[in-house]
């Protein structure tokens, strides 16, 4: 009984690997029920797990014999970690919000993902399709960058859901108490001098620009769009479209050397370290506050969802900028944002159920609806080209809710700015690519907080360290043969799985051992007799 339980495991994990490219199945039996799970991501945001849910029942009134099931996470690492554990026990969700880094890698089983290209031009089911029982956006009402974002070598895996980028959230009343007017572009070299500057204290210990004990004047959120659009702007080497590394330059050494010169005065730190750089501008604690405008609702004395008591916000002017840049005349920001993928299952009809669902979440009411909680653009021209989308831009500073003013600046950065972002190359190891540029940043800073010196032999060490933990000598572009060595570390979860099929191959090895002796000592007596 054990030995055929360990099989049924050991072959249902195997099993994964083999599954057949998704092919659109000749009809789509109506009739039937079709469940399906929709994994997703909110922000702990309430109005955007409303969306999701009335999204949800619009769709099932449409389509009654189809259930979807949703599982909310509040972080996008652990809906990648539960997807990597979950390709090998063949439980993936049906449809996720993800980002194409991620899709990579759980390309590395072969036809996890579907390729939608055929589902896409499908004239019944397909974007705009006649067989659609609510109005589709077609294909051509997609914004031509942000479609283009979602393909992976020559074919399409997700469809965007909502896009934004970075800002950088300004304390505008502090950098003028500092003697400082704001630039029409910011700068690097700007936004380190006012930093240092607001390190001044008083003869009681007190920071003169808030005559508070606490200030940290920039702090980052995410490192890893730090260190990689540093080195875009700079035309420095990060990786190419073939997977190859390039990160462990010259250029982010200086970097590197810059970020610890700033971690050292006290004068820059990282969500990471510090917490949420909103607190802290919030409560007049951080002058330069760096997020994803996707978190616009967070910052600002009057932000709708910040996180702290009303009697420690600190009333001031803010200001939304693009991320500091090197080259005023060539802006650069990184485009970002959550996409949708299918995943592929056995029945090619759950599949199609699943790819209904999927693009109904590119409608219009669903598109400006959820684009309205946050610093989101919609991902269609036909959403943004609507009156009631329109008019909610125009409303800018009504009220400290809906039209909250930072929140629809930061909209408003995204889309004057599109022609303006990039994306980063995508292919197996990729998203490992990324962690390592962030931990650098997060390494160098802690080094100097601790006092240790950051010199050319740190950074030799760090780059070996970034090396070795996160794979990066064996990655391999998406397309040519993978192996899991080039996976980048795995998740905990996958890793324990591992270790019980080893320790289940060792009861099986057990078994079959005694097995034999017990077998051979039975002949022998019976030789015997």
């Keep these: 009984m054990i030995l055929s339980v360990c099989m049924v495991s050991l072959t249902g994990c195997h099993g994964r690997k083999g599954m057949e490219a998704f092919t659109m199945p000749e009809s789509f039996d109506e009739s039937r029920t079709y469940n399906i799970t929709f994994w997703a991501k909110n922000d702990t945001n309430k109005t955007q797990t409303d969306i999701y849910k009335?999204?949800?029942?619009?769709?099932?009134?449409?389509?009654?014999?189809?259930?979807?099931?949703?599982?909310?996470?509040?972080?996008?690492?652990?809906?990648?970690?539960?997807?990597?554990?979950?390709?090998?026990?063949?439980?993936?969700?049906?449809?996720?919000?993800?980002?194409?880094?991620?899709?990579?890698?759980?390309?590395?089983?072969?036809?996890?993902?579907?390729?939608?290209?055929?589902l896409m031009a499908d004239p019944e089911y397909g974007l705009g399709g006649s067989s659609l029982r609510y109005d589709s956006v077609r294909s051509d009402e997609l914004v031509p960058q942000f479609i283009q974002e979602c393909r992976i070598g020559d074919q399409t895996y997700a469809l965007p859901y909502m896009r934004s980028t970075e800002a950088c959230y300004v304390?505008?009343?502090?950098?003028?108490?500092?003697?400082?007017?704001?630039?029409?572009?910011?700068?690097?070299?700007?936004?380190?001098?006012?930093?240092?500057?607001?390190?001044?204290?008083?003869?009681?210990?007190?920071?003169t620009v808030n005559g508070q004990k606490v200030m940290i004047p920039f702090i980052y959120k995410s490192t890893d769009n730090m260190m990689i659009q540093m080195l875009h702007q700079l035309d420095a080497p990060y990786s190419t479209d073939e997977g190859e590394i390039g990160i462990f330059s010259d250029t982010t050494r200086d970097?590197?050397?810059?970020?610890?010169?700033?971690?050292?005065?006290?004068?820059?730190?990282t969500f990471k370290i510090s917490s949420y750089p909103g607190n802290f501008l919030n409560a007049g604690q951080c002058i330069f506050a760096i997020d994803s405008t996707a978190g616009a609702t967070w910052m600002g004395s009057h932000a709708p969802l910040s996180d702290i008591h009303e009697s420690k916000k600190v009333e001031f002017e803010t200001a939304v900028y693009p991320v500091p840049q090197f080259d005023t005349d060539n802006i650069s920001m990184i485009?970002?944002?959550?996409?949708?993928?299918?995943?592929?299952?056995?029945?090619?009809?759950?599949?199609?159920?699943?790819?209904?669902?999927?693009?109904?979440?590119?409608?219009?009411?669903?598109?400006?609806?959820?684009s309205e909680t946050e610093g989101y653009?919609?991902?269609?021209?036909r959403a943004r080209e609507r009156d009631e989308y329109k008019d909610y831009l125009a409303r800018s500073g009504e009220d400290y809710k809906e039209h909250y003013d930072v929140k629809i600046e930061a909209t408003k950065l995204l889309l004057n700015n599109s022609q303006n972002t990039f994306v980063t190359p995508v292919f197996n190891g990729s998203a490992s690519l990324r962690d390592a540029a962030g931990q650098m940043i997060e390494e160098v800073t802690k080094a100097r907080r601790r006092k240790i010196t950051v010199d050319d032999a740190y950074i030799d060490k760090l780059y070996s360290n970034m090396r070795s933990l996160y794979r990066l000598d064996s990655v391999t572009a998406v397309g040519s043969d993978i192996s899991d060595k080039d996976m980048g570390p795995l998740p905990k979860a996958s890793r324990?799985?591992?270790?019980?099929?080893?320790?289940?191959?060792?009861?099986?090895?057990?078994?079959?051992?005694?097995?034999r002796k017990n077998l051979s000592a039975k002949d022998h007596d019976s030789y015997k007799g």
Aim: aromatic share 12%.
């Design 335 to 370: 485009s970002q944002g959550p996409s949708i993928c299918i995943f592929n299952k056995e029945d090619k009809e759950e599949v199609l159920a699943s790819w209904l669902f999927a693009q109904y979440m590119l409608t219009d009411d669903v598109q400006i609806a959820y």
């Design 377 to 381: 653009t919609p991902v269609t021209l």
């Design 171 to 207: 304390n505008q009343t502090y950098v003028e108490r500092l003697g400082y007017d704001m630039p029409e572009v910011l700068t690097w070299d700007f936004v380190w001098e006012v930093s240092e500057k607001a390190m001044e204290t008083d003869a009681d210990g007190n920071y």
């Design 54 to 118: 009335k999204a949800i029942g619009d769709f099932e009134k449409l389509y009654p014999n189809i259930k979807v099931d949703l599982r909310l996470y509040t972080d996008y690492g652990k809906i990648y970690n539960d997807v990597i554990t979950n390709i090998s026990t063949g439980t993936t969700p049906n449809v996720c919000i993800t980002y194409p880094d991620h899709i990579a890698t759980y390309m590395t089983g072969d036809n996890t993902v579907v390729a939608l290209d055929e």
């Design 496 to 515: 324990n799985l591992i270790i019980i099929l080893a320790v289940i191959w060792i009861c099986i090895g057990v078994y079959a051992y005694y097995c």
């Design 255 to 269: 970097i590197l050397n810059t970020v610890a010169s700033h971690a050292e005065t006290g004068a820059f730190s």
